[in-house]
C-alpha cells in the first residue's frame, strides 16, 4: 500500500507456551503479510521466558527472562500471555499507564482486576484488548463490545469451557461414571494433571465476568459469578437427562432480569451444569468446541461457534487484537473504551429465576405425589410436568418446575429430600429451553 | 460517564422504509442509553423521505424531501438506507469528500463503487461502514475485518438470502414446485412482488462480493462473481438430493484457490445452487435465518448465525456501526482502512474446481455406463461415486465426481446429455461437504 508508513509497530511478548510460541512464529513468518494488514512493519522486540536457553527454535536475541525489563523498554505493544494474577498484573498495568497498549487472553486476571487495567489504558489513551481471553478464536468480545453497542442485549448463554464439554459429551455417550471420563480426558490430553480451574467451573466463571460486563455495560468480578463445577454430575444425572430427551452441558449464563413491570434491572451471572433439549443448537456442540448464544432486543437471537482453545486458534485472536492496536497506533486513534455506564446490581443466585429437574426414588404407595406437591405449593414453586413409573418396590418421580426462586427450587428439594416417603434424590438439575 | 462530553454527534438519515423507521424510532427513544455508549449525546437532525406527508409518526420537523440539502448540511454521519445506485451514489461521495462519516445496508452500491466509496472515505478520514450490507444482525464484517486481520482467511461460505432459503426450505419439506412455493413465499411477505434481485441471485452475489473483498483483501465487485440463482431449481432436484440425504441451499461461496504448489493463488466469487449433505450446519438452517461458515488456516472454522432481514435485526446492525463512528468522532480517530493489499486475481468460474451431482434417466441395457463413464476420462473428470436402479423401462444413474474444473464438468453433461442412451438429464447440481 502506498499509506504504508516505516517506522515499526515495537511489540513484546510474553510467554512462550503453546499460544505465545504459535503468536512469535506468525510475528516472525508473517511479517510481511502483517505489515500490509496495518500499514507499517511489525517488529517483535522481545520474547520473555522464564528459561530462555528452554527455546532453541527462537532466535536466540530475542529471548530474555527479564519480561519486567522488556515492558519497561521502547516498545508499542506489549503482548501477555504468561497467565495468573501477579506479577503479570503489575507488569501490564507499568506497560498501560506508560501508554503501550495490551493484548492479553489472561481471564483470570481481568476477571478480577478488569476495572483496574480498563482505568489504566483509559487515562493513557492505550488500547487494551483481549479477544482471545473468551472461546479462543471465536470473534466475540468484539461483536460484543462493538456490533451490537447499538443494540440491548438480554442474554448471553454459552459453551465456554472445552475441557469440561469434552468429559460432558464423552460421559453422555459412553454412559461412564465422572471419575472414569476424567481419568480418559487426562490421558489424552485435554483436561489438566490439576483440572480444578475447569471441572470447578472457574475458568468458566471468568469468562462470565468478563461477558457479562461487555454485554450489560456493568462491571462484573469473577467474585460475582455464581459457580457450580461438573465434579457432582453422575452417571444417573445423565441417564435422567437421556430419559428426558435432554443433554448436560456446563454452561456461562448472563442475563437481564427484571422483576415485575415497574422493577429496576439487575443481572444473572452463573455458571452450573444445565439440561439442555438435544434439539437446542448448543446440545449439538461437541468435544473442545465452544458455543455462545447471544440474545439482543433489535438483534434477535445470534449464534458464535468455533475452536475454544488451543495455540493456533488462540494465536488466531491475538494477532487480530495486534493488528487493531496497531492499525490504532499507525493512524493515531484507539479502540473503543468499555463503556460501563449501566452499573446494574448483580442478582444473588437465591434470587435469580431458574427451572430446576428433579429426580426422585419414592416409595410406590398411594398419596406420596400428593405429599410431595405439597411441599412445591408451600414453596410457591409451579410444577411444569410430573413423570411417575414404577421399579421394583420404589417408584421414579420426575419433576420439571416452571421458573422459580433459586433459593425456593433449593429450598423445596431440600425439604423433599427428608420426606419419609422419598427413597433417594437421584438428581436434581437444572434446566434451560423449552422442549420441542 | 465523567467522559461525556456535551457537543453533540449530528447525524442524518436517508431513508424511512422498514430499517429506517426501526432506526429512527431508536435515535430519538433510547438518545440516552445511546449517548452512555457513545460518550455525547446523538442528534438526529433530518430524515429525507421521499414523501414527507406520509410519515405522521415521526417529528415534522424532522422530515425533508432534500436528501442531497440534509447531506450537506452541518451533520457529522449519513445514515443510508435507501439503496440502489443512483442517485444515492453521489450523496454518499459527497458526504465521505466532505469528511462525513457514513453508515450503509447498501450492498448493491457496495459491490458496485466500494472501491470509489472507501477512497473517498481514506482521503477524508472518515468512516465506511456497512455491517448491515450482509446478513443483518450478524456481526460479520467486524469480525472478517478485525477480529481475523492477523489471520489468513481461506473460506466463506454461507447462507446470505433469507428469500431463496425460505423457498428451497419450504421445497424441501412439501415437495411443492418451485413456481408454488414462490406463490407461497410471496403471498406471505417473504418474497417481493418482483422477486428477481432474490431468486436469481443478484443479491446474494453483492453479498459475496463484500465477503471476499474483506476476507481476501482483494477488491472484487458483483460483476466478478459467478451467479446462478434457483429459479431453475425442480421438485426433481429436491428428490435426487433427498436421495443423497442432502438438501439444497443457494450459497455464497468464496475461496482461495491455489493449483499445484507453486502456483499463484487467486480467488473464487461465487453464487450458486448447490447440494451440502444434512448432516452439515448449514443445512440445519431454516425459514429466513442466514448463516456463515468462515474458515482461516489459524483460527479453524467458525460459524456465525442470525436473522438476516427485518427492521429490528437489520436497524441492530445500522445502530452498532453507528456508534462505531460516533465514538470516533468523540476520540478524534477512525476505524480501520479497508485493506485490499493481496489484490488477489479472481478465478474464472470454467476454472475453479467444483463437483458435481448428476441425476440421468439411461437406457436399461448393458454397457450404458461404460459409455457415459468413459464421456468423464475423456474430459478429465474423476467420478466419487455412481448409483444406479431400474424405473420402468428406464434405469435410473447418479453420478458425484470428485473435483474438477467446472468447465470440465459442464463439457462432460453436455456431451453425455447427446448420447443416444441418455433419456433426459433429470438433475445437475454442485455439491459441497462430505458425506458423513
Keep these: 500500500m502506498s499509506e504504508r508508513r516505516q517506522t515499526p509497530v515495537r511489540v513484546a511478548l510474553l510467554g512462550c507456551g503453546t499460544v505465545g510460541s504459535e503468536v512469535a512464529r506468525r510475528l516472525l513468518g508473517d511479517a510481511e503479510e502483517l505489515a500490509a494488514r496495518v500499514g507499517a512493519p511489525i517488529e517483535l522486540t522481545g520474547i520473555a521466558v522464564r528459561r530462555p536457553d528452554k527455546h532453541p527454535e527462537l532466535p536466540k536475541e530475542l529471548l530474555t527472562a527479564d519480561a519486567s525489563g522488556l515492558v ?61 481471553a473468551v472461546a479462543g478464536a471465536i470473534p466475540l468480545l468484539r461483536p460484543l463490545r462493538e456490533s451490537l453497542a447499538g443494540d440491548r442485549i438480554t442474554r448471553v448463554m454459552g459453551i465456554v469451557n472445552g475441557t469440561t464439554n469434552f468429559i460432558l459429551s464423552a460421559m453422555d455417550s459412553t454412559g461412564a461414571s465422572y471419575a472414569e ?36 455495560h456493568t462491571r462484573v468480578t469473577a467474585s460475582d459469578v455464581y459457580r457450580e463445577g461438573i465434579t457432582g454430575i453422575s452417571a444417573s444425572d445423565i441417564v435422567a437427562a437421556q430419559r428426558l430427551n ?35 443448537q448448543l446440545a449439538g456442540v461437541g468435544g473442545a468446541f465452544n458455543a455462545v448464544y447471544v440474545e439482543a432486543e433489535a438483534a434477535g437471537e445470534l449464534m458464535f461457534y468455533g475452536q475454544g482453545a488451543g495455540g493456533a486458534p488462540t494465536a488466531s485472536a491475538v494477532l487480530g487484537d495486534l493488528v487493531a492496536a496497531a492499525r490504532n497506533r499507525v493512524a493515531g486513534g484507539r479502540g473503543p473504551r468499555e463503556s460501563m455506564h449501566a452499573a446494574l446490581p448483580v442478582r444473588p443466585m437465591g434470587e435469580t429465576p431458574t427451572r430446576y429437574h428433579i429426580s426422585l426414588d419414592v416409595a410406590d404407595k398411594p398419596g406420596v405425589l400428593a405429599q410431595i406437591a405439597q411441599v412445591f405449593a408451600v414453596h410457591d414453586v409451579s410444577i411444569a410436568a410430573v413423570r411417575q413409573r414404577d421399579k421394583h418396590s420404589t417408584a421414579s418421580l420426575v419433576v420439571v418446575t416452571h421458573l422459580a426462586r433459586d433459593a425456593a427450587l433449593e429450598a423445596t428439594v431440600n425439604e423433599i429430600s427428608k420426606l419419609d416417603v422419598v427413597r433417594e434424590v437421584v438428581s436434581v438439575m437444572r434446566v434451560e429451553g423449552e422442549d420441542s
Tied chains: 1, 2.
Excluded at 185 to 212: C, N
Design 246 to 280: 435432554r443433554t448436560v452441558k456446563l454452561l456461562a449464563i448472563c442475563e437481564r432480569v427484571a422483576e415485575g413491570p415497574e422493577a429496576s434491572e439487575s443481572v444473572s451471572v452463573r455458571v452450573h451444569p444445565v439440561m439442555i433439549p438435544r434439539t437446542h
Design 181 to 216: 471420563t476424567l481419568d480418559e480426558a487426562t490421558r489424552l490430553g485435554y483436561a489438566e494433571a490439576d483440572p480444578s480451574a475447569d471441572v470447578d467451573g472457574y475458568d468458566a466463571a471468568s469468562k462470565a465476568a468478563i461477558l457479562a460486563s461487555l454485554a450489560f
Design 72 to 132: 519497561e523498554s521502547d516498545v508499542d505493544v506489549v503482548i501477555e500471555l504468561i497467565g495468573g494474577i501477579e506479577p503479570v498484573r503489575g507488569w501490564l498495568l507499568t506497560a498501560l499507564r506508560k501508554g503501550k497498549s495490551v493484548v492479553t487472553g489472561n481471564k483470570a486476571l481481568l476477571a478480577e482486576y478488569g476495572a483496574e487495567l480498563s482505568a489504566a489504558a483509559s487515562e493513557s489513551g492505550a488500547d487494551l484488548y483481549y479477544e482471545a
